[in-house]
């Protein structure tokens, strides 16, 4: 249960969270977050030493040379000490498994090199444009289709922002630009307040999106800075969160993303159904309350994009729609997520039925 809090500015960059449970002095300062993510762990040996696991599963862990562990101290506080099984390790330890599969899912799954218009800039439907802005992420989830993506060479928003920007000029009928990646809140407030007031020129824009998991794993990145430019831009903003489980939803958590229930800001939600960590209806239905809670709203149930190194993840879709009407019959309607799958050459999210 989360308690309701009071947001106010200044508690962002004071004190907070004096004491643990053991009475132990657990964080006094909120760090700025540029800090807390160099604390990031990258060591499987570590991050489980520090969730009193045996080293010995490392038997079973794979060194990704390309797409290595990544977790931040965040996220890893809300898992449970000892339990090899803890949902939130699950989407970020990586396991020999994925290196067994390789015969299953592809390198990019969802072709999104063939849709490029420009480096790193995807045009598939109406309305809208996504932005890979970078390739740097606070976590990196083991699921991730994302993961094999040739980010140097697609970089929209470095030396490549002025054709991007071109491209969106001559584009009248795109009103949404959603900046996704990699996580664009990696990026520093100075670039992105740069880029959000060259996007604010143009004049058929109306919405800025942003595809992000960094408010959740590091709720450091929500300082006064962010809001600022959030607040000054002239576009609706729209930030997709990802919550795959309602234990990723903490007390810190609950307190960070209040600061930005504002207005012309909408918080949603998309999740990817994951076997062995969401795969149930009591924990999607317990998800979606707790969103609630915190002022977000579900919006997709994503089918896993069959990225290879993540078979071991797939849920069946004949499950996932079981699932889901199970949880209609549990949730008011605007708390059930729509189940979709991304269909290459499909003009939008293909929503999965019975
Ligand atoms: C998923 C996606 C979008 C967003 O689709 P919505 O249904 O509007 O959320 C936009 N562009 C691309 C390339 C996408 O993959
Ligand atoms: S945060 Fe998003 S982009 Fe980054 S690794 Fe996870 S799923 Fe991929």
Known sequence: MITKTTPSLHCLNGKSGENNADGQQARTVKRDWQTALSEAIRDPRELLTQLKLPVSLLEQSSLSPTFPLRVTQ?????????????????????????????????????????????????????????????????????????????????????SQLPATLAYLNAHQDIHEVILSGGDPLSLSDERLSRIVEQLDQIPHLKTLRIHTRLPLVLPERIDANLLKWLQATRLKVVLVLHINHPNEIDQEFAESIAHLQLPGVSLLNQSVLLRGINDSAEILVSLS????????????????????GAAHFEVPAETGVKLLAEMRHKLPGYLVPKYVKEIPGEPAKYPIFG
């Not at 996220?75 to 099984?85: A, E, K, T």
């Not at 309350?289 to 290879?308: A, C, R, T």
């Open 74 to 158: 965040s996220f890893i506080r809300r898992m449970q000490p000892g339990n090899p099984l803890d949902p939130l390790l699950l989407q970020v330890l990586p396991l020999n498994q994925e290196l067994k599969d390789t015969d299953w899912g592809s390198l990019d799954p969802v072709c999104d090199q063939h849709a490029m218009q420009g480096p790193g800039l995807l045009h598939k439907y109406q309305g809208r444009v996504l932005l890979v802005s970078t390739a740097a992420c606070a976590i990196h989830c083991r699921y991730c289709f994302r993961q094999h993506f040739p980010y140097q060479q697609a970089n929209p928003l470095g």
């Open 289 to 308: 309350h707790m969103l609630f809670e915190v002022g977000i709203l579900p919006y997709y149930l994503h089918q896993l994009d069959k990225v290879q």
